[in-house]
């Protein structure tokens, strides 16, 4: 999954978009909560995200991604102790998600992967009238995107905690979902690791499915090879129309992230894919 880390900056920076106080900044350096014990559960009260969700409902194959339950800050436990009941959802891939309800009717675009939050917070300030719902396993995040949502009264953000594939496949109704972002997923740079990555042929023909005609596909990434692959697993599926010859431009509306920031100051070019739903 992308990585976003947080930063004193980059939560101010939310801050001054959103017309939130100091209290933002001021949550990234709370002090650390204790890690659970091996084997005990972070939540065992049920009130914030299970740490595997789907068990053993689901068959075993390669994953994209490796759950990070790692050590949570106070702010970011209490964060999902109060607000995971309303706005977080397990993907434990047994019943079919009610979009409608659960965004108040507002289109839902799905983000795979958001890190800490911050650039899905923004986005959320600039387009209320559009749900996103966030899917992600790392739970320090999770905790940290629920906190920013309340602090800046966004009520159009949703997390779902688990496998994005199950969410998909079980969770999703097809052509329920007004658009689907990728920013920076672990490009698993080794050869022999390539299979790990989501961009494959079956996993864009099953988000397809899921896509209503019109909804817009945007990936990012910084791996030029991982870009390529992008590139032509996108354009060889019949479902979806490249909205440009080839990488399309950084469009205005996806922030600017420290991570992002990072692989420029290396030297990486950002690429941005965009891609529509045919009808």
């Known amino acids: 999954m992308s990585e976003n880390p947080a930063t004193p900056e980059t939560l101010a920076a939310v801050a001054d978009a959103t017309g939130a106080d100091a209290a933002v900044t001021a949550a990234a350096t709370a002090a650390p909560a204790a890690a659970p014990r091996r084997g005990k559960p972070m939540f065992p009260d049920g009130?914030?995200?299970?740490?595997d969700p789907a068990g053993s409902h689901h068959e075993r194959r390669i994953r994209s991604f490796q759950p990070r339950r790692s050590r949570v800050?106070?702010?970011q436990g209490d964060a999902l102790r109060r607000l995971w009941p309303?706005?977080?959802?397990?993907?434990?891939?047994?019943?079919?998600?009610?979009?409608d309800a659960f965004f108040d009717g507002r289109p839902v675009v799905l983000e795979i992967g958001f890190g800490m939050g911050?650039?899905?917070?923004?986005?959320?300030?600039?387009?209320?009238?559009?749900?996103?719902?966030g899917c992600d396993v790392h739970t320090p995040g999770q905790g940290h995107l629920l906190g920013l949502a309340e602090r800046n009264g966004l009520s159009n953000i949703r997390v779902a905690n688990g496998d994005a594939i199950i969410l998909l496949r079980e969770m999703l109704a097809p052509a329920s979902l007004a658009g689907l972002r990728v920013y920076f997923p672990d490009p698993w740079p080794k050869k022999r690791h390539h299979k790990r990555r989501l961009i494959q042929p079956e996993f864009v023909a099953l988000a397809a499915t899921r896509l209503a005609p019109g909804a817009l596909v945007h990936c990012a990434t910084d791996w030029e090879p991982y870009a390529e692959q992008m590139l032509e697993v996108l354009s060889a599926?019949?479902?979806l129309e490249n909205l440009y010859p080839g990488y399309a431009p950084r469009p205005d509306f996806r922030p600017l992230t420290r991570f992002e920031?990072?692989?420029?100051?290396?030297?990486?070019?950002v690429h941005d894919l965009l891609f529509r739903r045919r009808a």
């Open 237 to 239: 599926e019949p479902a």
């Open 73 to 75: 800050t106070a702010s």
């Open 86 to 99: 309303k706005w977080g959802v397990d993907v434990d891939g047994l019943s079919r998600l009610d979009l």
């Open 47 to 51: 009130t914030g995200p299970a740490a």
């Open 261 to 269: 920031g990072q692989g420029l100051d290396k030297g990486h070019t």
């Open 118 to 133: 911050e650039a899905t917070a923004q986005m959320a300030a600039a387009a209320p009238e559009t749900g996103i719902l």
